[in-house]
């Protein structure tokens, strides 16, 4: 097995404009291959669509979708975007509202993006696995460096437990909420994004809202 590091995901990415999460499946995919991981990301339209996400282009269209659950004890509210009514009235894009907003009802996520998370609970998250991690005696005499990677490792799944766009999309969870974005956009020809959501269910003290 390929080990696919950082600058092979930043290079990729630098080449397509496709997000982290699909260059590094498309570099694991293709055993580290740049030119067929550059392939992939086109054939499936991701490339092109990133490109297109990343564009800076205004999105004042889209919809609020909701979703109740059956017995009225929870809800969710999410804002999707899209640049024009003619995509926000169309069925995939439709679609797609719907089934993010299932998805925030079922996976609470707490924030949109991994940015959107505050600095102070990020370092909380790093100092306390951090102290879980040197107070464990079979980690006794580890470097200062592999501890660090462990952490690292132990981050990146505090971020997806919490991260709406690094999820596992309820509807596949053979990919991230991310890479079903970049299919939607692939499919609709236009920037899209998952503005902002609330959710609540009875009885908590405060609804979660993540906000773009």
């Known amino acids: 097995m390929v080990e696919i590091t950082a600058q092979m995901v930043k290079d990729l990415r630098a080449a ?3 997000g982290p999460l699909d260059c590094k499946k498309a570099l694991e995919i293709n055993q580290g291959d740049f030119d067929k991981a550059v392939e992939y990301l086109r054939e499936r339209g991701l490339a092109k669509a990133a490109k297109k996400l990343s ?3 205004t999105m004042n269209e889209g919809l609020i979708q909701t979703y109740q659950h059956f017995n009225q004890r929870l809800g969710v509210m999410v804002e999707v975007n899209c640049e024009t009514d003619f995509v926000a009235n ?3 894009f439709q679609e797609f509202a719907r089934n993010i907003a299932l998805h925030i009802a079922n996976l609470a996520p707490e924030y949109v993006r991994r940015e959107d998370v505050p600095e102070a609970v990020i370092k909380a998250e790093r100092d306390l696995q951090m102290r879980i ?5 079979k980690n006794a005499g580890k470097p200062e460096d592999v501890l660090n990677r462990i952490l690292e490792g132990r981050m ?3 971020f997806e437990e919490i991260v709406l766009m690094e999820q596992e999309f309820l509807m596949d969870d053979s990919k991230k909420v991310s890479e079903a974005l970049s299919e939607l956009v692939a499919k609709v020809g236009e920037s899209c994004e998952i503005r902002r959501f ?3 269910a009875l009885g908590e003290d405060d609804g979660q809202s993540g906000a773009g």
């Open 198 to 200: 609330a959710r609540f």
């Open 156 to 158: 990146n799944k505090f």
């Open 90 to 92: 169309s069925a995939p």
């Open 55 to 57: 564009a800076g282009r």
């Open 16 to 18: 397509t404009g496709a």
């Open 133 to 137: 991690l040197k107070e464990d005696p």
